[in-house]
């Protein structure tokens, strides 16, 4: 495994598709932190800094910019990473013929495809990790924030539950590298699993609360009709992964975060209104924030499980013929 896992890194890190990935992740992460850190200046400017005291630095990655925080922007379009660096795993190495050779040697092939996946890992791990550091480095030199113990062990924590949820992603890609025989099928494949996970799991939320919320007056709802649309449309959305993170990423990152509750009760605010009352409201430990992520870890964690014991399952049921 230990050979299979030094191959893989090496064409990681050697191709040319991952270094695109990660100069295009790079580009919007910056875009991103710099119309974020735009409105926190502006905050800043207007005498708000002992009210954001502990989550300034935080706010980078939770305020939102023209259209998506950098958190959301990263639980939408952080599964390309994975995806593109999994989708072919095995379906390359079973077109080459290569495959065979593989499994013609004493290697087991759930070696095989743990090597692949810990190869994935560790290159996510090192992209990731540049870009938290450039990020802070960045903030710090252009306005000044400097984080604090606190607000740096979130982002810790947050490191390593980006790596969980990329690990998810990557397990999936594996799984229908498995499943497809070439490597066209697969990426079709994963292309549709992240349109469906990312943007039609929402939509079907909100067409599933609107045909069940009973509204009396559709122009004129009131508080308890838009919080009962909400838990509804939350409660389908829940199912999918980029949803899981993303509340899983404002628990972590914002402390003043209470979970979904909190998001109920300030339902018939305006976004932008939500984000502006839970910045003024006091915060809670990272402990409490910890116990308030453990179900989300629980759902990332068993579908990651869960995906790479399929992708497990269908290998072994495959037979491998030398081309």
Do not use: N
Request: hydrophobic residues 55%.
């Amino acid at each position: 495994m230990r050979t299979i896992y030094l191959k893989e890194l090496a064409d990681h890190f050697s191709s040319l598709r991952f270094l695109l990935m990660a100069s295009l992740v790079f580009m919007a992460s910056v875009v991103g932190v710099y119309l974020a850190g735009q409105g926190v200046r502006e905050l800043l400017s207007r005498g708000a800094g002992p009210y954001l005291e502990g989550r300034a630095f935080l706010m980078l990655f939770t305020a939102p910019g023209a259209m998506l925080s950098l958190a959301s922007l990263f639980a939408l379009a952080g599964p390309l990473a994975p995806l593109v660096l999994g989708f072919d795993s095995v379906s390359r190495e079973r077109s080459q013929g290569t495959l065979s050779k593989i499994l013609s040697q004493p290697v087991y092939r759930d070696e095989v495809l743990l090597g692949k996946f810990l190869a994935g890992l560790a290159a996510m791990a090192v992209l990731l990790a540049a870009l938290l550091l450039i990020l802070s480095g960045l903030a710090m030199l252009g306005l000044g924030l400097v984080p604090s113990a606190g607000e740096a062990a979130r982002l810790a924590c947050w490191y390593l539950l980006s790596l969980l949820y990329l690990g998810l992603w990557l397990g999936l890609a594996i799984l229908l590298s498995v499943a497809c025989r070439s490597a066209p099928a697969s990426a079709m494949a994963c292309a549709a699993l992240w349109v469906a996970a990312g943007f039609f799991v929402p939509a079907l939320g909100q067409t599933v609360a609107g045909a069940t919320v009973v509204v009396a007056d559709p122009s004129a709802p009131t508080r308890e009709e838009r919080a009962a649309y909400d838990r509804v449309s939350r409660a389908v959305t829940m199912a999918s992964p980029p949803a899981v993170f993303g509340e899983a990423s404002r628990i972590l990152l914002d402390p003043s975060h209470r979970g979904s509750r909190q998001d109920l009760s300030i339902a018939s605010m305006s976004r932008l209104d939500r984000f502006l009352v839970s910045q003024f409201q006091g915060g809670v430990g990272l402990g409490q924030s910890l116990i308030l992520l453990l179900p989300h870890l629980a759902v990332l964690a068993a579908a990651a499980l869960v995906s790479f014991f399929l992708s497990f399952l269908v290998f072994a049921r495959q037979e491998v013929r030398s081309a």
